[in-house]
Structures are given as C-alpha cells and as structure tokens.
C-alpha cells in the first residue's frame, strides 16, 4: 500500500516514514503542503497521513485541494496535538476519514490505519477475487475468463490482480511499478506500458466485453467495468 505523508517536523516524519515501512508501507513524505499536492497531482496514492499544522498549507487544506478541486476519494487521517472536540469535527467535516491525536504511538496508528483501509478497500487477503468473467486464484497465481484459463507471466498477473482491486481508480505508472515490480531504480516507466499492453490483450480487456483500460496522458491507466451491472466481489 502507498502511503503519502505530510508532516513539518523532520523527527516526527522520520519516525512516521520508519514505522510505516517497517510494516510494509510504500512510503513518500513531504515537509510542506505544495510539495505534497505537486506531487500528489502526479501520482496516485491509497492514504494520505495529513499534519493538520503546516506552515505553507495546513492539513485542512490540502484535503480540501484533493476533495475538491480532483475529486480525490483516497482515504485520509489528520495526525495533530489539536485534541478539542471543534477541532476533531471540523477535521472530520473537512472529510478526514480519522483523526489521531499526537503524540502518536506506533501500535495505535497503525491499527487505525488498517481500520481505515479496510473500511476504504476490498480485502486483499481473499485466496480468491472474482470479477465476471474473470477469476483470480491468488494461491496458485492463475486467471481465468469464463472458465477458460489465461497463460500470464508472473508480472503481468500481479499488474492484472492490481488494476482489478483498484478498478475505477486512476492510478499512476508510479504507483503500479511499486506494487508490482517494488521501488526498484532500475525498472523504467515504459516497463508498465509494456505490460499493460499485453495485460489488455491477453484478458481482452475492450469495451465490447464490458471492460475499458484506458490510458491518462502523462499519468497512468484507469481500468473501468462500462457494462450495467458488473459488480467486483471476492470470496
């Protein structure tokens, strides 16, 4: 999971930064709130931990940027020493997802962390995930598509499970490099397009069989069910 992390204090961030990724996190820090939205414009993420006091932009308003002017959904926590009963609503109005009073203690935040992800996402536990026609068996890391399996290398069944647990979001070539190939330097961007290329023809992903995978320029790709009545479930 992709984490983005906005906090001014360079200890509190360092620590923050140590925990998450102790845990398993993708982790991307900012010092400052136009750092923060410069990036977040450009790359896509699964939670935004947000530092409600921030010289150049407060917490409140970069979540009032990514719930307003994108239209960002992504799951968000304000992290701050500001504990009065106003201040915890109005970050809950402001559309904060949780609200952690600091200082903060590592086993707590990450537990509301996973209760606000689970809150916000499919279980990704699940042996299996079904999209009709489709099926993922995550054991033996096979797909099939109305019962017929599909030969898919290694790589593209992970970038294939990976757009259809994020289907309908848009998501950053970024963001897919770190989740399927990690946060490895060597790996290029266009890896991802390669992929995505015969990802979209080995399962057919077009539009005539009720699925569009469909390219952002200079962003990523947005895998979409354009037929009524599809629904995403995992057993």
């Given at each position: 999971?992709r984490v983005a992390?906005?906090?001014?204090?360079?200890?509190?961030?360092?620590?923050?930064?140590?925990?998450?990724?102790?845990?398993?996190?993708?982790?991307?820090?900012?010092?400052?709130?136009?750092?923060?939205?410069?990036?977040?414009?450009?790359?896509?993420?699964?939670?935004?931990?947000?530092?409600?006091?921030?010289?150049?932009?407060?917490?409140?308003?970069?979540?009032?940027?990514?719930?307003?002017?994108?239209?960002?959904?992504?799951?968000?926590?304000?992290?701050?020493?500001?504990?009065?009963?106003?201040?915890?609503?109005?970050?809950?109005?402001?559309?904060?997802?949780?609200?952690?009073?600091?200082?903060?203690?590592?086993?707590?935040?990450?537990?509301?962390?996973?209760?606000?992800?689970?809150?916000?996402?499919?279980?990704?536990?699940e042996p299996l995930?079904?999209?009709?026609?489709?099926?993922?068996?995550?054991?033996?890391?096979?797909?099939?598509?109305?019962?017929?399996?599909?030969?898919?290398?290694?790589?593209?069944?992970?970038?294939?499970?990976?757009?259809?647990?994020?289907?309908?979001?848009?998501?950053?070539?970024?963001?897919?490099?770190?989740?399927?190939?990690?946060?490895?330097?060597?790996?290029?961007?266009?890896?991802?397009?390669?992929?995505?290329?015969?990802?979209?023809?080995?399962?057919?992903?077009?539009?005539?069989?009720?699925?569009?995978?469909?390219?952002?320029?200079?962003?990523?790709?947005?895998?979409?069910?354009?037929?009524?009545?599809?629904?995403?479930?995992?057993?």
């Open positions: 999971m992390i906005l906090e001014d204090d360079a200890v509190h961030r360092d620590t923050l930064s140590a925990w998450l990724s102790e845990a398993g996190y993708a982790v991307h820090a900012f010092a400052n709130g136009r750092d923060f939205i410069r990036n977040a414009g450009r790359e896509s993420f699964d939670l935004y931990l947000l530092d409600w006091c921030v010289p150049d932009m407060s917490g409140p308003e970069v979540l009032r940027w990514a719930r307003e002017d994108r239209g960002d959904d992504v799951p968000a926590i304000f992290t701050t020493a500001r504990d009065a009963e106003e201040d915890v609503v109005a970050g809950l109005s402001a559309g904060a997802d949780d609200y952690i009073v600091k200082p903060l203690r590592r086993f707590e935040t990450l537990s509301r962390i996973e209760a606000v992800m689970r809150r916000a996402r499919p279980s990704s536990n995930l079904e999209v009709p026609p489709f099926r993922f068996d995550l054991r033996q890391k096979a797909v099939s598509v109305a019962g017929e399996a599909v030969e898919l290398t290694e790589k593209e069944f992970d970038l294939a499970l990976f757009l259809f647990r994020n289907l309908g979001r848009l998501i950053s070539r970024g963001h897919m490099l770190e989740a399927v190939w990690g946060r490895n330097p060597n790996v290029a961007t266009r890896t991802v397009d390669t992929h995505i290329s015969r990802v979209r023809t080995k399962l057919g992903l077009r539009p005539e069989r009720g699925f569009r995978l469909s390219p952002t320029y200079n962003y990523g790709y947005r895998l979409e069910c354009v037929e009524a009545g599809t629904a995403l479930t995992a057993d």
